[in-house]
C-alpha cells in the first residue's frame, strides 16, 4: 500500500499544503476503524512534528489523545503517539547550544502544549502514569520523556496531577528498579526534578524505599567513584532529605546513616596517613582524582553536613548515629588523602567539626584518635620510625603547617579553615580540651622547635614556632601566621587557666646569661618588627588581634604586658601616627589600649591607671582613641569578617578571599567590650571597673550580627545617629545628651557624693523598712490572735464593758497602723526622689563641674541628712508605740479569758449541745467524702469506657476505609477483567490465535450445557 497515494499528498495532479496533509491525516487516524490505518496515520503526524510542530499540535493535538485513550493495546501505535507527543512538547534548543542549555530556554509551542494535555478533561496524566508499568521499552521510555518534558514546561501542575493518582509516586519510584539503565537513568532525572522543593512528594518517595534503591544503584555504579549515574543518585538522595524532618528521622531509622561510612572510604594507599600503617598503593591501580569522583564525594559530604546541621532538633541523635557507626575514620581518612582535590579535604574537615561540635561523647572519641603519619624526608627513612600522634596534632598541622609543593598557596587556604573549624568546633563547650591544648605550648627556644622538622613538634610548640618565626613562614603563606595566631586565640578564649598556662612561657636561656622574656611579650616584639619590616599586613593584625584575646578579663597578663615599656610606645605610636600606618592596624592598636586601661586593675601591675590615663587623655586624646576604633568598626574588612562569622558569606569552596583580615573570635570580643570600652576610656582612673556593672555598658555592639535588633541584617551597620544618653545637658535640659559621634573632651569631675555612703543610707532604708514589716507582721499576728478570743466572749456577755474596752483598743490599734503605713509610704517616695536626685547628681558631676551642681549636691547631701535623722526618729516613735499596744493587747486577752471561764459554767448544756452538732456535722462531712470518693471512682471508670468507645470508633473507621478500599479494588479487577475480555474478543476478531481464559472456559462450558439441555 502506497502511503503518499492513500493520502493524496504526492503523485495526485495538485501538490497539499503540509497543513492539509496534517489535516488529512489527523483525520483519517479519527475516522478509521482499522488499526493499520490509525497506525499509518499517526506514523504520518510524527514525521510532520519535527519540522510542523505547531500545526500538528494545533490540529492533531486532540485526535492524539482521543487514540491513546481508545486504542492504547497496540504497542506500535502507542509508541508512534507517544513519540509525536514528546516532539509536540519538548522544547526546542538552539542548534550552536548544548541540550542542557537549551533545556533552559522558553518555548511558548510547547509550553501551550504541555498546557492542553495536563488540562485535558479525562485526565490523561493517569494514563501516561498507568503507561509506566508497561514491560515495553520503548512504551516507558518514551512516556518517562513526556512526563519529563511536561515537568519543564508546568512542573507545579504535573505534581498536583501525581500526587492525586493513587499510585502515580509509586510508579516514579518503581522506574528505579527497572534492569534497563536508560529508563533507570531517565526516572532518576525525573524524580530530581520533581523533588527539587516538593515536600509531599520528598515524602512519599522516600516511604517508597527509595533510599534503598538509590544506595543499591550508587553501589552497582562503583560508589562514589562510579559516573554521572552516582551523581545523579546522590543528588536525588540529597533532594529527599534536603530541609525535610521527616525524610532524615525516617533516614536514620532505616539504617540509612550507617551506610554513609562505605561511600567514603577510598583505597587505603591514596592517604598519607592511616590508623594501622601505611599500605602500599599498587602499580597498576589509577589513584588519580577525577573531576567525577570529587563531585560524587562533595554531593555525600553536603549530605552528611545536611544531616548535622547546628540548630536542628535532630543534630544531637545524627551526631550520635554517625559517630556509632565509625564515619570519623573515613573522614579523616579523606581529609589527610593529599591526592585528593583540596575542595573535598576541606569538606571532609568540615564534617568532622560538624560531627563533634557540641557533642561530648563525640569530642572524647575525637581526642583518643591516633594516627601514624608517613615521613616524607626520604633521606632518613632508615633511621627514624613513625610515631602515632593525636588527630588534633594532624589537624593543627593542617592549619599552620607547609602546604604540598603541588597546590599554591592560595588553593590549600580552604583545607587550613576547614582545620581550623575542625579545632574550634574540638574545643568549643570543651574547656578540658583547651586546657590540653594549652599544656602543650612550650618555650621553642628549650627543643629548637623553630628548625626541627613538623613532624617532631606537639601541637602548641608548632603554633608558637610558627608565630615567632613568621618571617620564614609568611615568605611561603601568610596564612599559616594568620591561622596560628586564630588558633591560640580559640585556646585562650574565655578560659583564665589556659591564659595563666601560657603566660608561663618565656624565651631565654637563663644558664647563658639570658634574661626570661614572657611570650606574651615576645609576641607584641614580633609584631612591632613585622609592621617596621613592611610585612603583610595580616601579620601584625593577627598578632596583635591574639594579644587583645589574651588581655582580656586577664589583670595579670596586662601587668606582665605592662611591664616592657617598649608595649605601650608602640601602641601609641601607631594609634598617633598620620601616614605610612595601616587605618586597620590603627585600630585594633588603639581597641587594644582601651582594654589595657580597663583590665589594669592588679594590684602589682608596673604602670597603674593613674600612669595610662594621661597617656589616654592628653598624649592620645580620647576623641582620637574612639574615632580610630569608630574607624575599624565601619571598615569593610570588619563587617566582611562579622559577616562571615554570622553566614552571610562562605568560603568553603572558593580561594583565599582578599577581604579576610580578622577572625570570628576577635570580632566577638569587639562586639562584646565595644561599648564598655568607649564608656571607659571617657572615665578617670578612679572610675573605671575592669568588669563594669553599669546598665548602659551592657548590650554589646549595636547594629552588628550577635546584638542587631530585631528586623536588622546582620553584619549591616546602622547609619542613624547612635546617642547614649549619660545626663542631662546643663544647657539643654532634659532632652540633650552626649553624643557618641562626637565626644567631648573633658576632664571628669570627682564626685561629691562617693558610692560607698551612698549605698550604706540604701542598706539603712532597707533595714527600716524592713523592721517596719516586722512591725506590720507582730499587729496583723496579735489582732488575729485576739479576734478567736473575742469570737468566744461574745456570747457568753454581748454588753461586757471589757470586750467594748478591747474592740476600741483594737480599733484604736488599727488607726495608728494606717498611720504608719502612710507615713512608710511618705517616707519611701522622699527616699526615692533622693535617689533620684543622688543619680542625677552624680551623673551631672561626669557631665559637667559647673557650680551650680556643686550646690545643689550640697543641698541633697543636707536632705538626706536630715532624712536619716528623720527616720530614726519615727523609728524610735514606733518602738514605743508597738511596746504600748503590746501592753494593751496583753491585758484585753486576761480580761477576755477570765470573762470566757466565768461564762462557761452558765453555759455548759449549750456547749454539750453545740459538740453534738460538730460531732452530728462530722459524721456527713465523713459520709459526704464517702460518696465523693464512689463518685470519683465512677467518673474514672467511663472515662476508662469512653477512651475505650473512642478505640472502638477508630477502629471502625478504619475498617470502613478499608472495606471501602477493598471494594473499589474488585470493582477495579472486575473492570480489568472485562476490559482484557473485550482485548480477547478484539484480538481473535483481528484473526489472532488467544487461547480462551478460564473464566472464558467456564463460560464456554455453562453455554455448552445449556445447549445439551435444550
Not at 603519619?373 to 600522634?389: F, G, H, L, M, W
Not at 584575646?549 to 610606645?569: M, Q, R, T, Y
Not at 558610692?755 to 489582732?783: C, W
Request: hydrophobic content about 40%; some cysteine.
Amino acid at each position: 500500500m502506497d502511503f503518499f497515494k492513500r493520502y493524496g499528498a504526492i503523485g495526485g495532479s495538485q501538490p497539499q499544503s503540509p497543513t492539509e496533509t496534517i489535516q488529512r491525516m489527523a483525520d483519517r487516524a479519527d475516522t478509521s476503524t482499522l488499526l493499520e490505518d490509525k497506525r499509518a496515520a499517526v506514523l504520518g503526524l510524527k514525521g510532520l512534528s519535527r519540522e510542523y510542530k505547531k500545526d500538528v499540535g494545533e490540529v492533531a493535538l486532540d485526535t492524539l489523545l482521543k487514540v491513546l485513550k481508545e486504542d492504547s493495546e497496540d504497542h506500535n501505535l502507542l509508541k508512534a503517539i507517544l513519540e509525536t507527543l514528546n516532539n509536540l512538547c519538548a522544547r526546542d534548543s538552539p542548534g550552536d547550544a548544548s541540550s542542557e542549555a537549551g533545556a533552559t530556554l522558553a518555548d511558548p509551542v510547547a509550553d501551550k502544549f504541555s498546557q492542553a494535555i495536563l488540562h485535558d478533561s479525562d485526565d490523561v496524566i493517569s494514563i501516561f502514569l498507568g503507561l509506566l508499568g508497561d514491560a515495553d521499552f520503548y512504551v516507558r521510555y518514551y512516556t518517562v520523556q513526556l512526563l519529563s518534558a511536561l515537568h519543564m514546561c508546568a512542573g507545579e501542575e504535573l505534581q498536583q496531577r501525581v500526587l492525586v493518582s493513587p499510585t502515580g509516586v509509586g510508579r516514579l519510584v518503581d522506574l528505579l528498579s527497572d534492569q534497563r539503565d536508560i529508563i533507570r537513568n531517565e526516572g532518576i532525572q525525573l524524580l530530581i526534578a520533581m523533588t527539587r522543593s516538593n515536600a509531599d512528594i520528598q515524602k512519599i518517595v522516600a516511604f517508597e524505599n527509595a533510599f534503598d534503591y538509590l544506595l543499591g544503584i550508587v553501589d552497582e555504579e562503583g560508589g562514589v567513584r562510579g559516573n554521572i549515574i552516582v551523581q545523579d543518585c546522590l543528588q536525588l538522595l540529597h533532594n529527599l532529605l534536603n530541609y525535610n524532618v521527616s525524610n532524615q528521622n525516617f533516614f536514620r531509622e532505616t539504617s540509612g546513616i550507617q551506610r554513609l561510612p562505605s561511600l567514603l572510604v577510598t583505597d587505603p594507599s591514596q592517604t598519607a596517613a592511616g590508623r594501622s600503617g601505611h599500605p602500599m598503593p599498587d602499580a597498576d591501580e589509577d589513584l588519580e582524582w577525577t573531576s567525577q569522583h570529587a563531585l560524587n564525594m562533595l554531593v555525600v559530604l553536603d549530605i552528611i553536613r545536611m544531616l548535622i546541621q547546628p540548630g536542628n532538633t535532630n543534630t544531637q541523635s545524627n551526631q550520635t548515629a554517625m559517630q556509632q557507626c565509625g564515619i570519623i575514620p573515613p573522614l579523616l581518612q579523606l581529609a589527610l588523602a593529599y591526592e585528593a582535590p583540596p575542595t573535598v579535604r576541606s569538606q571532609a574537615l568540615y564534617a568532622i567539626g560538624d560531627v563533634i561540635r557540641a557533642h561530648q561523647a563525640n569530642q572524647s572519641l575525637f581526642q583518643r584518635i591516633l594516627i601514624t603519619t608517613a615521613v616524607e624526608d626520604d633521606s632518613n627513612t632508615s633511621s627514624q620510625r613513625a610515631i602515632p600522634e593525636p588527630a588534633i596534632v594532624i589537624v593543627i598541622r593542617l592549619a599552620v603547617g607547609k602546604h604540598p609543593t603541588t597546590v599554591s598557596a592560595n588553593e590549600y587556604y580552604i583545607v587550613r579553615a576547614a582545620a581550623t573549624h575542625l579545632v574550634q568546633a574540638y574545643v568549643g563547650g570543651n574547656a578540658d580540651a583547651q586546657l590540653a591544648l594549652a599544656a602543650t605550648l612550650t618555650p621553642p627556644g628549650d627543643i629548637g622547635t623553630i628548625t626541627e622538622p613538623e613532624q617532631h613538634q606537639s601541637a602548641g610548640s608548632l603554633i608558637v614556632s610558627v608565630l615567632l618565626d613568621w618571617r620564614e613562614a609568611s615568605k611561603e603563606d601568610v596564612w599559616r601566621v594568620w591561622y596560628a595566631a586564630l588558633l591560640l586565640s580559640t585556646i585562650l578564649r574565655d578560659h583564665s587557666e589556659c591564659k595563666e598556662q601560657a603566660l608561663k612561657i618565656t624565651l631565654g636561656d637563663a644558664s647563658k646569661g639570658e634574661e626570661p622574656f614572657p611570650l606574651i611579650n615576645e609576641i607584641m616584639s614580633q609584631a612591632r618588627q613585622a609592621t617596621q619590616h613592611g610585612a603583610d599586613v595580616r601579620v601584625s593584625i593577627a598578632m596583635l588581634t591574639l594579644i587583645s584575646v589574651w588581655l582580656v578579663n586577664f589583670p595579670k597578663g596586662v601587668s606582665v604586658f605592662l611591664d616592657e615599656s617598649a608595649n605601650i610606645s608602640f601602641i601609641v605610636e601607631q594609634i598617633s601616627g598620620s601616614t605610612g600606618i595601616n587605618a586597620l592596624v590603627q585600630g585594633v592598636a588603639a581597641f587594644m589600649l582601651g582594654l589595657v586601661y580597663q583590665f589594669d586593675i592588679d594590684p602589682e601591675s608596673p604602670m597603674s591607671r593613674e600612669s595610662l590615663y594621661p597617656i589616654i587623655s592628653k598624649r592620645v586624646g580620647a576623641d582620637q582613641l574612639l574615632i580610630r576604633v569608630q574607624r575599624l568598626r565601619d571598615s569593610k574588612e570588619f563587617q566582611y569578617a562579622v559577616g562571615l562569622a554570622a553566614g552571610t558569606y562562605s568560603s568553603a569552596y572558593g580561594g583565599a578571599p582578599a577581604e579576610v583580615y580578622f577572625d570570628g573570635v576577635f570580632t566577638d570580643l569587639f562586639k562584646l567590650h565595644y561599648e564598655s570600652f568607649r564608656a571607659a576610656v571617657r572615665l578617670g582612673p578612679n572610675e573605671v571597673m575592669a568588669n563594669p556593672s553599669y546598665a548602659y555598658l551592657h548590650g554589646g555592639m549595636a547594629g552588628y550580627a550577635g546584638s542587631a535588633a530585631s528586623g536588622s541584617t546582620p553584619g549591616t551597620p546602622r547609619l542613624g545617629a547612635t546617642t547614649i544618653s549619660r545626663a542631662a545637658s546643663p544647657s539643654g535640659g532634659a532632652a540633650g545628651g552626649i553624643h557618641d559621634s562626637a565626644p567631648v573632651n573633658r576632664t571628669p569631675a570627682e564626685p561629691t557624693v562617693a558610692k560607698s555612703e551612698f549605698d550604706a543610707l540604701h542598706a539603712k532604708f532597707v533595714e527600716q523598712e524592713s523592721q517596719i514589716a516586722e512591725l506590720k507582721h507582730t499587729l496583723e499576728t496579735s489582732a488575729a490572735q485576739a479576734q478567736p478570743t473575742l469570737d468566744l466572749a461574745k456570747p457568753v456577755n454581748d454588753d461586757s464593758a471589757h470586750l467594748e474596752q478591747e474592740r476600741q483598743l483594737r480599733v484604736q490599734a488599727e488607726a495608728e497602723r494606717d498611720e504608719q503605713a502612710d507615713e512608710i509610704a511618705r517616707l519611701r517616695t522622699q527616699l526615692g526622689d533622693a535617689q533620684k536626685q543622688l543619680i542625677a547628681s552624680q551623673e551631672n558631676c561626669q557631665s559637667t563641674s559647673d557650680a551650680g551642681d556643686v550646690a545643689r549636691i550640697a543641698e541633697l547631701e543636707q536632705q538626706l541628712s536630715a532624712l536619716k535623722l528623720e527616720g530614726s526618729q519615727h523609728e524610735a516613735n514606733w518602738q514605743s508605740q508597738r511596746d504600748e499596744l503590746q501592753k494593751k493587747l496583753a491585758n484585753a486577752e486576761k480580761q477576755v479569758v477570765k470573762a470566757a471561764a466565768a461564762g462557761r459554767n452558765t453555759n455548759k448544756k449549750k456547749e454539750q449541745q453545740q459538740a453534738t452538732e460538730l460531732v452530728t456535722l462530722e459524721n456527713d462531712v465523713k459520709a459526704k467524702d464517702e460518696q465523693i470518693a464512689k463518685l470519683t471512682a465512677q467518673v474514672n471508670e467511663l472515662s476508662e469506657k469512653a477512651k475505650q468507645l473512642e478505640l472502638v470508633d477508630e477502629l471502625k473507621e478504619r475498617l470502613a476505609g478499608l472495606e471501602k478500599e477493598q471494594e473499589d479494588l474488585l470493582v477495579y479487577l472486575a473492570d480489568q477483567e472485562q476490559q482484557a475480555k473485550d482485548n480477547r474478543a478484539k484480538l481473535r476478531g483481528y484473526g489472532e490465535a488467544i487461547p480462551p481464559s478460564d473464566d472464558e472456559g467456564e463460560d464456554d462450558d455453562d453455554e455448552d450445557d445449556e445447549d445439551d439441555n435444550e
